[in-house]
């Protein structure tokens, strides 16, 4: 693709989020190298690709020949160096512990080159504590996509204070590369996301806590009244209770804003087990 400005990419970790990333940079006539500990964790990654490709041919939305090329611009590797040496972007979707990362980009300084753009899916952690681990900080930049990747069109770029300009511009285009729609945003808790959307999921529990409206009528009103495609208390059950809480409790903290703290409900809900979707029961039984 003529404005790719990458030639080569590493994507480090194969489970949800790195198979979805390596997945559409491939697709964007990139080579991805895609790293995992295990051979099994690389191997059930790219399974995972080629499963949403056919999928994709299956619905009309992918030709045979695009999934061919799709996964001929993919390898799998468990070397760290293999996948990271002569690449101009590494993208880590490493488990979301700080110091898991800090090693990892610590450990890049000895087969990146300093021109090496290092991007993080991290999805809460501080843009500018990774970075500082890195060797130059300065190439460090927030990436964060959403699941399923090869889906959602949005990319969040989360730029620290020392995020260098050329590596926002570079990040940009390859956005656009990826057929992603780019919003550039400061390296605050929440980021633009988070911050929003857990706002309102905490208030829409607080309103069903007052008994202001039922679930369904809080959901219908933010759908149809403003065209949410979702409504704000199906999604928490789609995220799961226990894992929002943990943020809603992590921005209330780190924002010092009372409006993020967890109701009183919610941590009830949690306590017996209701977390949503994948329990079978939340503000809806599953
Ligand atoms: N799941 C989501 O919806 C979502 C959305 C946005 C961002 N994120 C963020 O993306 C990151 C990854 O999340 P995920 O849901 O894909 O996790 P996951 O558990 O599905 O995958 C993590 C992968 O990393 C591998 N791994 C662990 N340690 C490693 C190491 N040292 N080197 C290489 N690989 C290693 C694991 O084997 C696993 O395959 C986290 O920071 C998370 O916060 C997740």
Redesign the pocket.
Known sequence: MSNQPFRRVAV???????HGIAQVTAAAGVPVAL???SSD?VERGLAHIEKNLEKGIARGKVTVEAKAATMANLRGTTSLEDAATGCDLVIE????KLA?KQS?FQELARFTAPSTVLGT???SISIARIASAAQDPTRVVGL????PVHIMKLLEVVHHPGTSSDVIDAVRSYGKAIGKTCVFVKDMPGFATSRLGVALGMEAIRMVEDGVASAEDIDTAMVLGYRHPIGPLKLTDLVGLDVRLHIGEYLARELDNPAFEPPQLMRDMVERGQLGKKSGHGFYRW
């Not at 480090?12 to 790195?18: E, Q």
């Not at 979707?93 to 979301?96: I, M, Q």
């Open positions: 480090i970790g194969a489970g949800t989020m790195g790293y995992d500990l964790a979707a490493v488990p979301e898991l990892l899916n991290t999805s964060h996509f959403f699941n």
